[in-house]
């Protein structure tokens, strides 16, 4: 099994930069998709971003493209979220998942492992 683990929340001001790592136990850790969601006060969870096992197969929501980027190291079982020109808008609590491939967790298809999630605050 796969049990992710987020780092990296914080207060930030609108415009500023944020990395989020999760790390993840487990010896398959390195053979998952692994994802990020967040789910803002009042709202739905929803898709941030996900990445392949090898890192071929990106997938982004566009409301963060082209300023979040996701990247993974599975030499050292993580992978990280940099987060560039934050928004209030952006203000939720951030979760790491796993699954088995970036396209189902881009849909939120059969995703089973997630972590417990770390809190983002943008403010104005």
């Known amino acids: 099994q796969v049990q992710p683990a987020e780092s990296g929340g914080g207060l930030v001001q609108a415009g500023d930069s944020l990395r989020l790592s999760c790390a993840a136990s487990?010896?398959?850790?390195?053979?998952?998709?692994i994802g990020w969601y967040r789910q803002a006060p009042g709202k739905e969870r929803e898709f941030v971003a996900a990445?392949?096992?090898?890192?071929?197969?990106?997938y982004y929501a566009d409301s963060v493209k082209e300023r979040f980027t996701i990247s993974r190291d599975n030499a050292k079982n993580a992978v990280y979220l940099q987060m560039d020109s934050l928004k209030p808008e952006d203000t939720a609590v951030y979760y790491c998942?796993?699954?088995?491939?970036?396209?189902?967790?881009?849909?939120?298809?059969?995703?089973?492992?997630w972590g417990k999630g770390t809190l983002v605050t943008v403010s104005s």
């Open positions: 990445i392949s096992q090898g890192g071929s197969s990106i």
């Open positions: 487990g010896s398959t850790f390195s053979i998952n998709a």
């Open positions: 998942a796993g699954a088995d491939s970036a396209y189902d967790l881009s849909i939120g298809r059969g995703v089973p492992y």
